[in-house]
C-alpha cells in the first residue's frame, strides 16, 4: 500500500468514528428522553414564557414568547459586548501608551493598574462593582446632580434622554456622511498622487460627519427634544426617577468589571505592539525629512497594527464570552435569561444549550471574521 | 570655500557622561571627510547631531546656513536636505523598496506620485537594483538592502550625506559592492561625511581624515598625510592595529 492510500484510509477511519460516537450520543439521548416522554423539539419557543426581565432592550412582557426571552437576553449581550468592546479599547490603548511614557507616574500608575486588574479573577471583580461599589451610592431622593440632570443612584443611573422626531433623516444623513468621507478619502488620494496636494483628512471627516447631519436638524427635518429624569414619589419614603433613560446597576457592574478587567489585555498587546517597533524606523523615517506625525502615520501605526490585532481579536472574543458571567449578578444576558429561566422552566436542556452554544458561537465567529477582514486590510503589502 | 556645515565647541553628555568634547568642524560644499577611531569615541554620535537625532547641549552647530538648537522650527527641512544612511539599513519592512524610496518625496517634497516614482526609479538605477524594485526589504541581501538605503536617502536630492558606518553589518564580499556605489556618490560631487573602518575607501576619496578617541578630535589631517605621517601617537597606535 502506498502512502497516500494510507492517509485515505487513516482519515476515513477517523471520520467514521467520530460519525458513530455521535450516533451513539445522539441515540442514547434519544432513548433517555423517550424513556422519561420528552421529546425533541423547538415548538416550544412559540408558547408564552410567562416570566419577568428586568432590563429590556425591546418589548416584552410576562405573555411574550420563549423566543421573543431568547431575542431579549440576545441583545443584552450584544449591548454588554459591544459597549464593553468600545471601553476597554480606549482605556487599553490610552493605558497601553501610558505604560511607554517617560513620565514617572504616569507610568508607574499605569503599571499598577495593569498588573491589579489583570491578576483578580474576574467575577471578584463583578462583585466588588456590584455588591461593593454599587451598593454604597445614595436612595433616589438624596442622589445629586452629577452632571446634565444625571442622577447616579442606588437603583439605577438616571441619564437625560433625547426623544427624536423623524429620526431617520438624521440617521440618512449620518450614513450618507460616512459614505462622502469613503469617497473623499478615495478623491484626495487620487489628487494627491496626480499632483501631490495633501489634505488634511481627520479633519475634513469630522467636518463633513458634524455638518451633514445636523443641516436636518438646522432645517427641521428631524428635532429632539431632552427628556430629562424627574424625581417622582411613590409613597412617605420610597422615591424614584421618572423619565429619561435608566441603565440598571448590573449593567454597569458588567460593563465595568469586563472593560476594566479586558482593557489590562488589551493594553499589553498595544505597548508589546509599539515597542515592537525599532528605535532606528523612526530615526531613518526623521532623518528623511517627515515630521512627527507622518512618521507615526506612515511608519509606526501600519507596523504596531500588525502586532497589536490578533491578540486584541481574543481579548474581544474573550470578552464577549465572559459577558456570561452576567449570571452572577442577575443583568438578565443570554446565558442567565434563556440557558438559565428559561431552561428551568421548559426542561429543553439539549435544544437550548445547543441554541446557546451555536449563539455564542456565531457572535464570536462574526468578531473574529470583521477582525481578520480589518488584520487583512492592514496587511495588504506583504508579501 | 563655501562652509556647509560648521561645528564650535560643541560639548554634548548621556546623563554625566561626557561623549563629545568641544568638537571643532568644518566641512566646505562637496568635500569628503571620513571620521574613524575605537568604538565609543563619539564618532556616530557626532555625525548624529548634525541632522539632531542627537541633541548637543552647548556650542553651535550650522548646517547650510541654519542653527541647530532647540527652537530650531523646521528641523524637518535640514533632515530633508541631509541624507542618512545607517548600519542596519532601517529599511521600513512593511513598504516595497521603490515605495521605501518615493515615501519621502511624495509627503515630504509633496511631488505627484508619478514624479515620485520616476526619482526613485532612477537612484535606484544609480545604486544597481532597480530590477528588484518591487520587492520587499526582507527579500533582499544585506549588500542590496544598503545600496537600497542610500538610494532612499538620494530621493531627496540631499546637499550632504551622512553614512554611520555603513558597511559594519555587511558579510565582506557585500561590503564592496556598498563601497563602490560611495565612490560613485563621491565623484558626483556630494558632500559627505563617512564615519567607517574601511581604509581603503578613505585613501580613494576622503578630503580630509579625522581621527577620534573619548569625545573628542585628536587628529584632522589630509587624507596622505594622515596615513603617512600621523602626528599624535593615539593616531599611530590607532592605525598600526587596523592596517
Known amino acids: 500500500m502506498n502512502n497516500k492510500n494510507k492517509k485515505y484510509l487513516l482519515q476515513s477511519a477517523l471520520i467514521l468514528s467520530i460519525v458513530s460516537l455521535f450516533i451513539f450520543f445522539a441515540t442514547n439521548a434519544q432513548i433517555n428522553m423517550s424513556n422519561r416522554g420528552l421529546q425533541f423539539g423547538f415548538g416550544f419557543l412559540n408558547r408564552e414564557a410567562s416570566f419577568d426581565i428586568q432590563f429590556t432592550l425591546i418589548e416584552y412582557s410576562r405573555s411574550s414568547t420563549y423566543l421573543r426571552a431568547y431575542l431579549v437576553g440576545l441583545l443584552n449581550t450584544i449591548l454588554v459586548a459591544f459597549f464593553g468592546i468600545i471601553f476597554a479599547t480606549i482605556l487599553g490603548v490610552i493605558v497601553g501608551i501610558a505604560r511607554l511614557s517617560k513620565n514617572y507616574l504616569i507610568n508607574n500608575l499605569a503599571s499598577a493598574y495593569v498588573e491589579f486588574f489583570r491578576n483578580l479573577p474576574l467575577l471578584l471583580q463583578l462583585f466588588f462593582w456590584y455588591y461593593a461599589a454599587l451598593r454604597v451610592l445614595p436612595l433616589p431622593q438624596d442622589a445629586g446632580e452629577f452632571f446634565f440632570s444625571s442622577y447616579l443612584t442606588i437603583k439605577a443611573l438616571y441619564l437625560p434622554a433625547l426623544r427624536w422626531e423623524n429620526f431617520y433623516v438624521f440617521l440618512t444623513l449620518f450614513i450618507i456622511s460616512i459614505f462622502l468621507i469613503i469617497v473623499t478619502k478615495f478623491y484626495t488620494k487620487k489628487i494627491q498622487e496626480k499632483d501631490g496636494t495633501q489634505f488634511p483628512i481627520f479633519l475634513i471627516s469630522v467636518a463633513i460627519l458634524l455638518i451633514l447631519p445636523s443641516l436636518s436638524l438646522i432645517f427641521g427635518f428631524s428635532s429632539f427634544s431632552i427628556e430629562k429624569p424627574e424625581l417622582l414619589k411613590l409613597s412617605e419614603t420610597t422615591y424614584t426617577f421618572e423619565g429619561g433613560l435608566e441603565i440598571p446597576p448590573e449593567f454597569i457592574a458588567l460593563l465595568f468589571a469586563l472593560s476594566l478587567y479586558t482593557a489590562t489585555f488589551i493594553a499589553e498587546c498595544v505597548r508589546a505592539g509599539i515597542e515592537a517597533i525599532g528605535k532606528g524606523q523612526k530615526e531613518a523615517a526623521a532623518s528623511l525629512g517627515l515630521n512627527p506625525n507622518l512618521v507615526l502615520k506612515l511608519i509606526v501605526m501600519p507596523q504596531a497594527l500588525r502586532v497589536i490585532i490578533p491578540p486584541t481579536t481574543n481579548q474581544y472574543l474573550n470578552l464577549t464570552k465572559n459577558s456570561s458571567l452576567a449570571s452572577a449578578i442577575a443583568y438578565p444576558d443570554l446565558a442567565l435569561v434563556f440557558a438559565g429561566t428559561a431552561l428551568m422552566q421548559t426542561g429543553k436542556a439539549i435544544e437550548i444549550v445547543s441554541m446557546v452554544m451555536f449563539t455564542y458561537l456565531l457572535l464570536s465567529i462574526l468578531t473574529s471574521v470583521l477582525m481578520n477582514w480589518y488584520n487583512k486590510k492592514q496587511q495588504i503589502t506583504e508579501k | ?243
Open chain 2, 1 to 243: 570655500m563655501a562652509k556647509i556645515i560648521e561645528l564650535k565647541k560643541v560639548n554634548k553628555w548621556f546623563d554625566k557622561f561626557q561623549v563629545l568634547k568641544d568638537i571643532d568642524l568644518d566641512v566646505s560644499s562637496q568635500e569628503k571627510i571620513v571620521i574613524c577611531g575605537p568604538s565609543g569615541s563619539g564618532k556616530s554620535t557626532l555625525i548624529r547631531c548634525i541632522n539632531r537625532l542627537e541633541e548637543h547641549q552647548e556650542g553651535n552647530i550650522v548646517v547650510d546656513g541654519t542653527e541647530l538648537s532647540e527652537n530650531t522650527k523646521n528641523i524637518e527641512k535640514i533632515r530633508a536636505e541631509v541624507g542618512m544612511v545607517f548600519q542596519q539599513f532601517n529599511l521600513f519592512p512593511h513598504l516595497s523598496v521603490l515605495d521605501n524610496c518615493s515615501l519621502a518625496p511624495i509627503w515630504v517634497k509633496k511631488l505627484p506620485k508619478k514624479q515620485a516614482e520616476e526619482i526613485a526609479m532612477n537612484n535606484l538605477k544609480r545604486v544597481q537594483i532597480d530590477d528588484q524594485a518591487l520587492k520587499f526589504p526582507g527579500q533582499l541581501s544585506g549588500g542590496q538592502q544598503q545600496r537600497a538605503a542610500i538610494a532612499r536617502a538620494l530621493c531627496m536630492e540631499p546637499k550632504i550625506m551622512l553614512f554611520d558606518e555603513p558597511t559594519s553589518a555587511l558579510d565582506p564580499e557585500m561590503i564592496k559592492e556598498v563601497l563602490d556605489v560611495m565612490v560613485d556618490l563621491a565623484k558626483g560631487g556630494m558632500t559627505m561625511i563617512v564615519v567607517t573602518h574601511e581604509m581603503g575607501f578613505a585613501k580613494e576619496v576622503a578630503d580630509y581624515m579625522i581621527f577620534m578617541d573619548e569625545g573628542k578630535i585628536v587628529e584632522r589631517a589630509k587624507t596622505k598625510e594622515f596615513f603617512e605621517n600621523p602626528k599624535s601617537d593615539r593616531t599611530k597606535l590607532f592605525l598600526s592595529q587596523i592596517l
